[in-house]
């Protein structure tokens, strides 16, 4: 292990703030400086993890402080042009940028490349692949403890979910326990009748997707759809030996139950607990720092995978948008979603523009 101590910084003064813990719980980071564009978000940003240093101009900081790390931790909109930024003209080792990784596939793969040439690490911030239940669940389908893996069902996660919110979260998850399959296809659909954003970021009212992966496994995707069943937050993984049944939040308390082949009942393989989801914020991270250092050859949350998960969100868009079957990678290099609305094809029949993220609100 190298004993070099990396600088990083953070731009982003609301999830940058899970970032700045985990840079002070690393024995491999110093917290360096931090930037917001508002005032008081910085203050407060900077006095609650004592960072001296505080800017609200992002180049700024990157050209006084020269990090090794960056956390770009702004919404989605920006994160293309801030990527591209750190990487083509300050260099730094790594870049971890928050999720969803871009607006559009256009932009996924312009940070994808400005980072190759450059030679800078790219990672995209979907913290749960550190969860400890996700590993369990990868490990126990890698094993083969329900055979073949046929298909996968992941039910509605809260409510005003989002795609490009919640929905990239869940998507990234599946993918990591299924061991990070290729997507071949989309067939889905979205409705957006309520003029709903997230992050100043047009956003749907609820989609449904079916999405097949290399090795025929299938996908059945909800996202803000009503529950059924056993309610929220339940993901189901059938395989030709068995079932797994992954109960609850990935941000709360859940299990992991098992029915085996020839089994009488469920059986539960592990358990738990909301601790687990700030504690994968400083594991994601410290192997960050790690794999920045050369420690590590590889890191889970590496955006050549993330791009996976942002061509899967940009072909259900782009289904939607075509009523077709879309293979993947799409062609379109813009948002769908945006596209739609550009067309008109999605009517607002519910006035009223209103955040998800900003505001509890009511759409008349």
């Not at 292990?1 to 003064?13: D, I, N, P, Q």
């Not at 239940?133 to 329900?146: C, F, K, P, Q, T």
Request: hydrophobic share 40%; aromatic share 6%; net charge negative.
């Amino acid at each position: 292990m190298s004993t070099e101590r990396l600088r990083a910084v953070v731009v982003g003064g609301h999830i940058g703030r899970s970032h700045a813990h985990g840079y002070i719980e690393s024995d491999r980071t110093d917290l360096v400086a931090v930037c917001d564009l508002d005032p008081m978000t910085l203050d407060a940003f900077g006095d609650e993890f004592d960072v001296e240093q505080r800017y609200s101009d992002y180049e700024t900081m990157l050209r006084e402080e020269r990090p090794d790390i960056v956390s770009i931790g702004t919404p989605q909109q920006a994160h293309a042009a801030m990527t591209t930024l750190a990487a083509t003209r300050y260099q730094p080792r790594a870049i971890i940028c928050e999720k969803p990784m871009a607006s559009s596939t256009g932009e996924g793969y312009a940070m994808l490349a400005a980072c190759r040439a450059n030679n800078v690490k790219l990672a995209i911030g979907h913290q749960g692949r550190f969860l400890s239940l996700h590993e369990r669940v990868r490990e126990l389908l890698a094993e083969g403890a329900i055979g073949r893996v046929l298909t996968v069902h992941a039910g509605p996660q809260k409510p005003d979910a989002g795609l490009m919110n919640i929905g990239t979260h869940n998507l990234n998850y599946l993918h990591y326990m299924l061991g990070d399959p290729i997507p071949q296809w989309v067939l889905a659909n979205v409705q957006r009748t309520t003029d709903r954003y997230e992050r100043s970021w047009p956003a749907e009212d609820l989609a449904g997707a079916i999405i097949e992966f290399e090795g025929g496994i299938r996908l059945c995707l909800e996202s803000d759809l009503p529950p059924a069943g056993m309610g929220r937050n339940v993901r189901t993984f059938v395989g030709t030996e068995g079932m797994i049944l992954l109960d609850g939040s990935f941000a709360g308390n859940h299990d992991i139950k098992l029915l085996r082949s020839g089994a009488s009942g469920w059986e539960t393989v592990a358990y738990g607990d909301s601790t687990d989801f700030a504690q994968a914020r400083a594991r994601e991270l410290d192997a960050l720092a790690a794999w920045a250092s050369g420690d590590a050859d590889e890191h889970r949350e590496d955006a050549n995978l993330a791009i996976h998960t942002l061509e899967i969100l940009m072909g259900i868009y782009e289904s939607a948008r075509t009523h077709t079957l879309v293979h993947l990678p799409i062609a379109t290099q813009c948002s769908p979603l945006q596209q739609m609305l550009t067309d008109g094809d999605l009517s607002v029949e519910h006035p009223g523009r209103y955040d998800i993220r900003h505001i509890a609100a009511t759409p008349e």
